[in-house]
T-cell receptor, first 113, second 112 residues
Framework: KAGVTQTPRYLIKTRGQQVTLSCSPISGHRSVSWYQQTPGQGLQFLFEYFSETQRNKGNFPGRFSGRQFSNSRSEMNVSTLELGDSALYLC????????????FGSGTRLTVV | QQQVKQSPQSLIVQKGGISIINCAYENTAFDYFPWYQQFPGKGPALLIAIRPDVSEKKEGRFTISFNKSAKQFSLHIMDSQPGDSATYFCAASLNRDDKIIFGKGTRLHILP
């Protein structure tokens, strides 16, 4: 079966711009989580969506937002980009949270210049 | 309280040897401890997971040992192979939510 698909794979943006990243979960999975991965901070939880509702949120500023559509596809948006937002953004899907195991996509590499 | 501390940062092991990665946590409310494996250019993949009511769990060459009183857990990779070369993350999560808190990772290199 198809895995978790994230688009685009690579992105270069300028400081101050905004960006939207997309995640298509495994068919049938209703939970989608987003993580930021950087060399310094490692993997940090951004938020989780389940059936179009944000179920959990990490400690990121309000510039980071997300949403989930009725087909479980999810998008995350970062407004007013800062240099420190350069990272690998990973999406993970699950049937319903951790007890069913998360499958990660390969990520979107965002570079802010 | 929400941190998971992982060591070592990097590890070099001879082919056929045992690779050992250690993690420690503070929050006793954590009740789920997964390990993830990540290859370059890929997202992390769930390797094996354990709950605190079990002291050891084995899947093939991978074993998690869990010490609840010491608040420590470790991953042992037996008969390590060059294909095991990757970054390994220990993690933990609370019962009341599905947020996974990751350690900083261990870069493992198996010498052929």
């Amino acid at each position: 079966k198809a895995g978790v698909t994230q688009t685009p794979r690579y992105l270069i943006k300028t400081r101050g711009q905004q960006v939207t990243l997309s995640c298509s979960p495994i068919s049938g999975h209703r939970s989608v989580s987003w993580y930021q991965q950087t060399p310094g901070q490692g993997l940090q939880f951004l938020f989780e969506y389940f059936s179009e509702t944000q179920r959990n949120k990490g400690n990121f500023p309000g510039r980071f937002s997300g949403r989930q559509f009725s087909n479980s596809r999810s998008e995350m948006n970062v407004s007013t980009l800062e240099l420190g937002d350069s990272a690998l953004y990973l999406c993970a899907s699950s049937l319903d949270g951790r007890n069913y195991g998360y499958t990660f996509g390969s990520g979107t590499r965002l570079t802010v210049v | 309280q929400q941190q998971v501390k992982q060591s070592p940062q990097s590890l070099i092991v001879q082919k056929g040897g045992i690779s050992i990665i250690n993690c420690a946590y503070e929050n006793t409310a954590f009740d789920y401890f997964p390990w993830y494996q990540q290859f370059p250019g890929k997202g992390p993949a769930l390797l094996i997971a354990i709950r605190p009511d079990v002291s050891e769990k084995k899947e093939g060459r991978f074993t998690i040992s869990f010490n609840k009183s010491a608040k420590q857990f470790s991953l042992h990779i037996m008969d390590s192979q060059p294909g095991d070369s990757a970054t390994y993350f220990c993690a933990a999560s609370l019962n009341r939510d599905d947020k996974i808190i990751f350690g900083k990772g261990t870069r493992l290199h198996i010498l052929p």
